[in-house]
């Protein structure tokens, strides 16, 4: 009874964990942006402006200037790392930070979830499915790549599509099943959502009403959370 209830509160400690943390960084990286950096760069902007013979007193402050600073800042940090030199220092600057404990699995954790992010083509997916996969019986959650052709659909009596069934938390790697259309299970979520599902290993699942068979919009419904 015990390691049930155990089991039960960690969910729900993790749950809460995997909504506070995205809105704590939001709110951390935006009260960064419009009072820090606006207060550290509007004065230095105030003067180039009256350098350059604008009528503004000393005390005139122009909000969203960190904003464009950090947009600017970011734009120069890829340009100086998509070059050889630049990509050599990073190299060297990742080799410290995974020799510090805590630091390591920080920065590890939050690079592999914006790469994951960033680099996830969503537009070769077509649909959310599930398929059963490893074995019958049991069902993964997968992504329709396309209708299959060439030498496997030759050799396979029935029409198939690629499936690609991506690993948790990490979806850029995964499976390539071939399954045909009555082995598979239309999802109606977006390719969006289904990446949000398989990265949070299925603890954040989009909101659905079985009635109407659809996923609800963020103002119909609150968030779901399946524990």
């Known amino acids: 009874m015990f390691p049930k209830i155990k089991k039960r509160l960690r969910n729900i400690f993790i749950a809460g964990l995997l909504v506070t943390i995205p809105i704590?960084?939001?709110?951390?990286?935006?009260?960064?942006?419009?009072?820090?950096?606006?207060?550290?760069?509007?004065?230095?902007?105030?003067?180039?402006?009256?350098?350059?013979?604008?009528?503004v007193t000393e005390g005139f402050r122009l909000p969203g200037v960190g904003v464009f600073m950090t947009v600017v800042i970011i734009f120069l940090v890829g340009l100086f790392t998509t070059n050889i030199f630049g990509k050599k220092l990073v190299q060297i600057g990742e080799r410290i930070l995974a020799r510090i404990p805590i630091v390591r699995s920080i920065y590890t954790g939050t690079k592999q979830v914006a790469t994951t992010v960033l680099d996830a083509d969503i537009e070769t997916f077509n649909e959310v499915v599930l398929v059963e996969?490893?074995?019958?019986?049991?069902?993964?959650?997968?992504?329709?790549?396309?209708?299959?052709?060439?030498?496997?659909?030759?050799?396979i009596a029935a029409e198939v599509v690629n499936v690609f069934v991506p690993t948790t938390p990490n979806p850029t790697s995964g499976f390539l099943v071939f399954a045909s259309r009555d082995q598979i299970i239309p999802l109606s979520m977006t390719i969006e959502e289904g990446l949000k599902?398989?990265?949070?290993?299925?603890?954040?699942?989009?909101?659905?009403?079985?009635?109407?068979?659809?996923?609800?919009?963020?103002?119909?419904?609150?968030?779901?959370?399946?524990?």
Do not use: M
């Open 133 to 155: 996969f490893p074995r019958k019986g049991l069902h993964a959650l997968g992504f329709i790549t396309c209708e299959n052709k060439g030498e496997i659909q030759h050799k």
């Open 24 to 55: 704590a960084f939001t709110f951390f990286i935006l009260n960064f942006l419009f009072k820090k950096l606006d207060n550290a760069l509007s004065p230095y902007f105030t003067k180039f402006l009256i350098f350059l013979g604008a009528s």
């Open 197 to 227: 599902f398989a990265i949070s290993g299925g603890i954040v699942a989009p909101p659905f009403s079985p009635v109407e068979g659809k996923v609800l919009e963020p103002k119909d419904v609150a968030p779901n959370i399946n524990i």
